[in-house]
């Protein structure tokens, strides 16, 4: 089966496709013509995971899936959630995005936090989502090479390593993109 993942991120394209295997073929948005970025304007992971896979779907006419997803800290109220990828403003920076949310949690002794992945699907015009989360906290300062956006700083409850320290497999085997992306395949092999 040939799907569209409307995003711009190779890593986490790099990510799916490595947890989907082989019965899919993954396209890219460059892959089917898609240039231009993708809205993102609503205040929660559901509408947005929605608003790139609909902007496709409407425009290119493919069946395709689009991801959001949200850092979420106890302490900060579950920010920054919905605005994790521009949470230290624009242009957006993963750095920037850590050093902020260091700076904020610096003193705190409550670091629990979750990441939380939506995945919205358009199948052949109908709409379905699939939700993943991964639990843990925030450490102090950095660790780790792999992985990308706050994966140096959270580790996942019951591990010693972050995200960042932790190969794609051991990553998506716990990941909230992980979880998502296995129901996400549940259904799409359910399906055929």
Known sequence: MKICFATNNPKKIEEVKAALGEDFTIVSLAEIGCHEELPETGDTLDFNAFQKARHVFDNYGVSCFADDTGLEVE?????PGVYS????????????NVDLLLQNL??????????????ALILDGEEHSFEGTAKGEIITERSGEGGFGYDPIFLPEGYKKTFAELSMDEKNAISH????????????NSYQ
């Open 75 to 79: 302490i900060l109220s579950g920010a």
């Open 85 to 96: 990828g521009r949470y230290a403003g624009e242009p957006r920076s993963d750095d920037r």
């Open 106 to 119: 610096e003193g705190a002794s409550d670091r629990k936090a979750q990441f939380r992945t939506v995945i």
């Open 177 to 188: 993109r992980g979880k998502a992306v296995r129901k996400l395949i549940h259904f799409l």
